[in-house]
């Protein structure tokens, strides 16, 4: 192992044990579990709630099998990413069963199975971004480390009611992946497709936090859970037309470079169009006599 990779393990150990020192322990507050929208529907409770997450059961089984069939369709050309995917598509599949078990009747043990696959999900994505950004067999060899991070984040959470390491689990890669998106060149086009799942993420995660008032807003027809179901599952929707689309570049160059060029051709062109102007306004006109 190379000291430069020793040196990152370190320090993030390092810097994870100070936080862990330094900030006040993050009970599972009990206010979680009352959601706005309690309605039944055909003898389930809390319908809406378990139905929205059926997309995620669509899509994850959708990704899960372009993995494999035809024949490859992702058209995978570094090693691990085939791995790291089916690991993504197989915790968002399992999302489906793990969320509509716990809202059929939510509590703290029925949490662990919601949170689960969602890890799963959240560390297979941080392990093909380090794949397809930085080092593919670093990448590929980080997979199972991390899913047992996720795995150790939900127990120690289960065991001592303490929130600290799931939550850097689930926020840590919303702030690195869209800052690595933008900033590391990629192997494969279309990288903007990550932003839009960033995006997503962050709305469902707006949405979850304005659960009543946006079911006061809807006039008690949809909740802000049940639309945060929603749009979560936007975030896979938008990784597989990534994948489906996506071919080999032939220049890697960041999104932010990319950015970067086309704002300073814009302005080049604006240059050369108000100095066009200046000249033609400075054209003498000669009178007639």
């Known amino acids: 192992m190379k000291k430069q990779t020793i040196y990152s393990w370190g320090a993030s150990i390092v810097i994870f044990l100070v936080l862990m020192i330094v900030t006040p322990t993050i009970p599972q507050s009990q206010a979680y579990h009352d959601f706005a929208d309690q309605r039944s529907f055909f003898g ?7 139905i929205s ?10 990704g899960l ?13 570094l090693r691990g990413e085939k791995l790291g995917w089916t690991c993504f598509f197989v915790g968002v599949a399992a999302v489906a069963f793990g969320s509509s078990y716990y809202h059929l009747h939510p509590d703290d043990a029925r949490l662990v199975w919601d949170r689960l696959p969602m890890t799963i999900a959240f560390t297979s994505i941080m392990a093909i971004f380090v794949i397809e950004r930085i080092d593919e067999h670093k990448g590929t060899y980080s997979i199972v480390p991390l899913l047992l991070v996720g795995l150790v984040s939900i127990l120690y959470w289960r065991f001592f009611d303490d929130l600290r ?11 690195v992946i869209p800052l690595m998106a933008i900033l590391l060149p990629p192997m494969y086009t279309h990288s903007t497709y990550w932003l839009w799942a960033a995006g997503f993420y962050l709305l469902a995660k707006v949405e979850e ?3 009543k008032p946006i079911y006061s807003w809807t006039h008690h027809i ?7 179901h929603l749009c979560a599952a936007m975030v896979p929707v938008f990784l597989t037309l990534m994948l489906a689309k996506r071919s080999v570049q032939t220049e890697r160059i960041s999104l932010y470079e990319t950015w970067k060029i086309s704002w300073t051709r814009s302005r080049g062109k604006g240059s050369e169009e108000e100095s066009f102007e200046c000249t033609y306004s400075n054209v003498a006109v000669e009178e007639t006599r």
């Open 44 to 50: 389930i409770p809390n319908a809406l709630n378990v």
């Open 165 to 175: 390491p799931y939550a850097l689990v689930q926020f840590v890669p919303c702030i």
């Open 209 to 211: 936090a304005a659960d």
């Open 222 to 228: 949809f909740s802000g859970h049940s639309i945060k």
């Open 65 to 77: 099998v372009l993995c494999y069939y035809p024949d490859d369709y992702f058209r995978f050309s």
């Open 53 to 62: 997450n059926f997309p995620f059961l669509v899509i994850g089984l959708i």
